[in-house]
């Protein structure tokens, strides 16, 4: 369970503490007062992407520390988190774990695990077994076909299997690259060999472990070359919004005269609010432009050793990138230097392996042939056993996923789940209906598991990507957790505004599902509707996110009275009205149980 955060000079965040409880914890706000900055400290901590425009203007670095109480079951999530520290040589500190992220200027980042340092990718595979999170942008997730294979195999626990799926595969590979090699001829070999250790050699001097870093290069390298330009004109931005006599000086004129006057109009009200959220949201800008002008480099020196690298890399994208490990695989497209460099790295592990096995005397050629055999029947009843159970699994998910969407105002919605295979002609796989086609065997087997969605039993079920709108999607993702969860728990799940494009009774339905996930688990809601701001089950807590001028992005739990000001405000807005205070009464005395 999340039972702390703590962040510093993150985004509008000067500082804040946050102290979570079990059950469920509401977190609402107005508009850009930072409720969803809260999701993104939490996942940075989590080990995911970290960048300096994270940071808060004027600020040298951002802190992020997150302390989490250790499940205390036999859950399998529970024994592999255990098991994950203990290979990391880590120690729980008695049932208490606390991760922490730093990011500097430089670009320089540091990330803890109980005061011991540890690569970023660690506090990703920890937080997997701690957190859960639904942000606004799992919505295209769900849109991902892979994706789809692997939300089934967390609901039927088919983790392990997939593993050893993969093993066998890459065993299976490994050993094709080796049985290319040791059939060449003499000479074929000898020329082979050189081939192959000039190109390993040029591959590993270029040192590619990100392929990703390619993109930041051009980006950075594009800045850099108009730094002088860029500098000059964020100069200028910056003056005429936050300088002398620029408008962030005067807003506060502005405001205090429509403050002033709003206690004569009440309709004025309403737009001093408009022109608070839109003057601080300038007043960042503004902080922003001047801390982005004073980031960039004018040094020559760095620019010209930026082009040489960007030139190094493109060059290998080119030359590598339509090379892959598989007879299937497409080239990467003209441009697409990441994509480009991901072949290149896979190339220089087959590589490696071709080299491995040209070395190898020729003798090796009927153990390898055996070897592979023995793989490809291992692999063929791994793949075929483990179908079977996907099979099965997806037969409940969809009953069950089915029975959650009608609670959740979709009666008539039809979910199925498609699992298919592909066929090939090197595919090692028939079946009895049709023996001459041969099916191929992936990393994860030979499943290909596709959500279809029909609005109703009269229509054609459709791939889900097609056809569901935002509001549906929100829903179709709650229900598939809600499912998954009562499988595979998870002490923490963070659902930032699940409710996009619902309300009304949708809305009730969406947080009374919320509130039955919060009697198992901790469960962390960013709202914008009242209806879940509402919600009172046995264990609630709720916080407020404001924005100050002075120190940023605030956070405090609300009282009692507090908590019923702030939703009579999320149902009428600034000016409460005696009708939203009674709504809101109403609210907090359904309880939940």
Do not use: C
Not at 204 to 212: G, L, S, T, Y
Not at 265 to 289: K, N, P
Not at 408 to 426: H, N, P, Y
């Amino acid at each position: 369970m999340l039972e702390s955060l703590t962040v510093k000079d993150f985004a509008l965040i000067r500082e804040l503490n946050i102290q979570f409880g079990p059950g469920l914890n509401l977190i609402t706000g107005e508009t850009g007062a930072g409720k969803s900055v809260i999701l993104g400290a939490l996942s940075l901590v989590l080990g995911y992407k970290a960048t300096t425009d994270m940071i808060r203007s004027g600020a040298k670095r951002a802190t992020v520390e997150a302390a989490f109480a250790m499940p205390g079951d036999e859950r399998p999530g529970a024994l592999a988190l255990k098991s994950l520290l203990s290979e990391q040589g880590l120690d729980d500190d008695e049932g208490n774990l606390l991760l922490r992220r730093e990011i500097s200027v430089e670009g320089k980042g540091r990330s803890f695990v109980n005061a011991r340092q540890v690569p970023s990718t660690v506090l990703r595979e920890i937080g997997k077994f701690l957190v859960d999170i639904h942000g606004q942008n799992e919505h295209q997730n769900i849109l991902s076909v892979e994706q789809h294979r692997a939300i089934l195999d967390r609901y039927a626990h088919l983790g392990d299997l997939v593993s050893e799926m993969r093993k066998l595969h890459r065993a299976r590979e490994e050993a094709r690259q080796k049985l290319s090699s040791v059939t060449l001829s003499e000479d074929d070999k000898a020329r082979r060999l050189d081939i192959l250790q000039h190109e390993i050699r040029e591959l590993e001097a270029a040192k590619i472990d990100d392929p990703r870093e390619i993109e930041e290069l051009i980006a950075r390298e594009k800045s850099l070359a108009n730094a002088e330009t860029l500098v000059s004109d964020l100069n200028s931005v910056h003056q005429i919004l936050g300088g002398e006599g620029g408008f962030v000086s005067r807003g506060g004129t502005i405001e205090r005269l429509l403050e002033a006057d709003s206690a004569y109009d009440e309709s004025l009200g309403e737009i001093l609010t408009q022109f608070r959220e839109s003057y601080y949201a300038l007043e960042e800008i503004a902080r922003t432009v001047r801390n982005k002008a004073e980031s960039y480099s004018l040094n020559p020196d760095e620019l010209e050793e930026m082009r040489e690298r960007i030139g190094l890399l493109q060059s290998l994208a080119r030359k590598y990138g339509g090379r892959s490990t598989t007879s299937t695989a497409a080239a990467a497209p003209e441009g697409d230097y990441a994509s480009g460099l991901e072949r290149a790295k896979a190339y220089l592990e087959k590589a490696r392996n071709e080299l491995t096995g040209i070395e190898l005397s020729s003798g090796e050629e009927a153990r390898l042939r055996k070897e592979i055999d023995s793989l490809n029947a291992q692999m063929k009843d791994k793949a075929l056993y483990l179908s079977e159970k996907r099979r099965l699994a997806s037969l409940e998910l969809e009953q069950k996923v089915q029975q959650e969407l009608k609670a959740l105002g979709m009666e008539e919605t039809q979910i199925k789940v498609s699992i298919r295979w592909e066929f090939a002609d090197d595919g090692t796989v028939t079946q009895d209906a049709s023996p001459d086609r041969k099916y191929v065997i992936q990393p994860t087997g030979l499943d290909i598991v596709e959500f279809l969605m029909a609005s109703s039993a009269r229509d054609t079920l459709r791939p889900l990507r097609k056809i569901a709108s935002g509001g549906e999607m929100s829903r179709i993702m709650l229900a598939l957790k809600k499912v998954i969860i009562e499988t595979d728990p998870v002490d923490t799940m963070v659902f930032d505004e699940v409710d996009a494009g619902v309300g009304g009774r949708i809305a009730e339905a969406v947080g009374r599902k919320l509130a039955g996930l919060s009697l198992a688990s901790q469960v962390i809601v960013i709202t914008h509707l009242h209806q879940i701001a509402g919600l009172s089950p046995d264990e609630v807590r709720h916080f407020k996110v404001s924005k100050h001028k002075e120190d940023g992005t605030r956070i405090v739990r609300l009282s009692k009275e507090q908590r019923l000001q702030e939703i009579a405000r999320m149902i009428a807005g600034e000016n409460i009205t005696e009708s939203a205070l009674t709504h809101a009464r109403q609210l907090l005395a359904e309880k939940i149980s």
